[in-house]
C-alpha cells in the first residue's frame, strides 16, 4: 500500500541536467524524511540527499554539493532532486526512500520504503 515511484531519469551528456520526483501513493510524504541514494554498479549504495520530517533539515553529500538539490511539493505529495552540471560519475541507478524514524540520517540502513528507481546515464 504504500508506493514510492521515482521519474525523471534518462541519458544526458555531461553538463545537463535533470530533474529527479519522487511521487508517493497512499501515504503522506510530509511525516517522512525522505532520501535519494544511487547506485553505480559494483558499488554500494550511497546517499545523495535527504531532507528530514520535521524541519525540511537536509543533508547533501559532499560529492554532489553545489550542484544537487532536493526540495519537497507538498501539495504534489512529491519530493524532488535537482541535478546540475551532471558528471558522468553520476551514472546510477537513483532510488527515492522514506521513514519515519526520530533520527535523522542518509544512509540506506536507516530507511524502510523504496522506489524501484530511475536510471541517470551520463555520457558524452
Known amino acids: 500500500q504504500l508506493q514510492l515511484v521515482e521519474s525523471g531519469g534518462g541519458l544526458v551528456q555531461p553538463g545537463g541536467s535533470l530533474t529527479l520526483s519522487c511521487t508517493a501513493s497512499g501515504f503522506n510524504l510530509g511525516a517522512y524524511s525522505i532520501g535519494w541514494f544511487r547506485q553505480a554498479p559494483g558499488k554500494e549504495r550511497e546517499g545523495v540527499s535527504c531532507i528530514s520530517r520535521y524541519d525540511d533539515e537536509t543533508y547533501v553529500a559532499d560529492a554532489v554539493k553545489g550542484r544537487f538539490t532536493i526540495s519537497r511539493d507538498n501539495a504534489k505529495n512529491m519530493v524532488n532532486l535537482q541535478i546540475n552540471n551532471l558528471k558522468v560519475e553520476d551514472t546510477g541507478v537513483y532510488f527515492c526512500?522514506?521513514?519515519?524514524?526520530?533520527?535523522?540520517?542518509?544512509?540506506?540502513?536507516?530507511?524502510?520504503?523504496w522506489g524501484q528507481g530511475t536510471q541517470v546515464t551520463v555520457s558524452s
Open positions: 526512500a522514506a521513514q519515519r524514524h526520530r533520527t535523522f540520517l542518509c544512509v540506506p540502513r536507516a530507511y524502510d520504503y
